[in-house]
């Protein structure tokens, strides 16, 4: 069957998940990278103005896909009860979730119809580990947000999910955090963002572990 | 098998479930009432002095429970992508999200030894309905907290979060949301609680559906 060349716009592109993600798209599709402060296109996601000037410039689009979000490691003793903007939780709930949902609303608003939007969790919203209860937070709410957006897509947009383990170029960094863990590449999680983007599937949890 | 009484804060337990939940445990234990605008015990869990204070009036605990928390309810496109403050998520993420989370943070420091924290959600984290984004949200956020916070808990402190379904009781103002949902009665839920607090379990989900 012949396919479609769609126009994908990736955030976080220049991330380990991201590069692999843009270059298992860009063998048929047209990728444009947009990163916080790299790529063609820039893009803060705890910035509304910034998503919204960068899908602008993107241009017409039949899906975008987030590879970014960042969160607080920190040991649960050092949570303390604390509202938001002074809570270790903060700079989660505003970047990896609310970075992340504020851009699939942008995205809803924006796509061609049939567009797809996907977003990245993690292994941690099932599995923790210790010192990740702020990365189990933000990823168990993402995926219960995208499971309950996807009914309420408007013209046949979709939206999915992809929920990596540790990633085996990831491991000089965090094996200490992920004992035991069996890290998968990056390479074979993009499968799953292709899976999404190329798929018909929608208010899905796309795990690779 | 003779059992210690013991001592158990109820937040919300002015709600059709936390009235269920105290009904159920202060047939065996000595149970303090507490909630905004009633109980024997004042607290808003949107205000981290208040949760302070609560407890402290309290006094020792051998377990905390929430039965409360708010997220506001809305069609999806009525989100539009927005900073917190701003965002429609803002209510469910300072008050049911990280309401819970403060108080769990709260009883970490305050609980005997051995105590237990029960939290609430609900099946829109798994099961979406229209307009219910924002809970599923929140809902996925709390669990997967649980879930983490459990394996870093000091004391031999427990936590675990009760998801029922609709009650039997809300069916009158919530029916057209929950078409099709089997409702649970609040007495039946409230033995999830029972289970949490007197069981010896840590970082489960509880699900009444």
Redesign the interface.
């Known amino acids: 069957m012949s396919e479609r060349r769609l126009r994908i716009l990736v955030v976080g592109a220049s991330g380990t998940l991201g590069k692999a993600v843009a270059a298992e798209l860009a063998q048929r599709h047209e990728v444009m990278a947009a990163g916080r402060n790299s790529g063609s296109i820039r893009i803060d996601l705890?910035d509304?103005q910034s998503?919204?000037h960068a899908l602008k410039q993107a241009g017409e689009l039949d899906a975008v896909i987030s590879a970014a979000g960042n969160v607080t490691f920190a040991?649960?003793?050092d949570?303390?009860?604390?509202?938001?903007g002074e809570?270790l939780?903060t700079l989660g709930?505003?970047d990896k979730?609310?970075g992340q949902?504020?851009?699939a609303?942008?995205a809803?608003d924006h796509l061609r119809g049939g567009g797809s939007i996907t977003l990245t969790t993690g292994i941690?919203?099932?599995q923790?580990?210790?010192?990740?209860?702020s990365?189990?937070?933000?990823?168990?709410?993402?995926?219960?947000?995208v499971?309950?957006?996807?009914?309420?897509?408007?013209r046949g947009l979709r939206i999915n999910v992809v929920s990596p383990t540790v990633l085996v170029e990831a491991m000089p960094a965090y094996a200490p955090f992920f004992r035991g863990y069996e890290p998968v590449t990056a390479a074979r999680a993009a499968l799953a963002y292709s899976r999404s983007v190329e798929g018909a599937q929608t208010?899905q949890i796309y795990k690779v572990f």
Chains 1, 2 share one sequence.
Not at 135 to 145: H, I, M, P, Q, R
Request: hydrophobic letters at 55%; glycine letters at 8%; charged letters at 10%.
């Open positions: 705890t509304v998503i919204g040991p649960l003793a949570f303390k009860p604390a509202p938001y809570s939780h709930i505003a979730l609310l949902v504020n851009l609303l942008a809803r941690l919203s099932e923790p580990i210790v010192a990740g209860s990365a189990s937070l933000v990823n168990g709410a993402v995926e219960a947000f499971r309950a957006a996807a009914v309420e897509m408007p208010g």
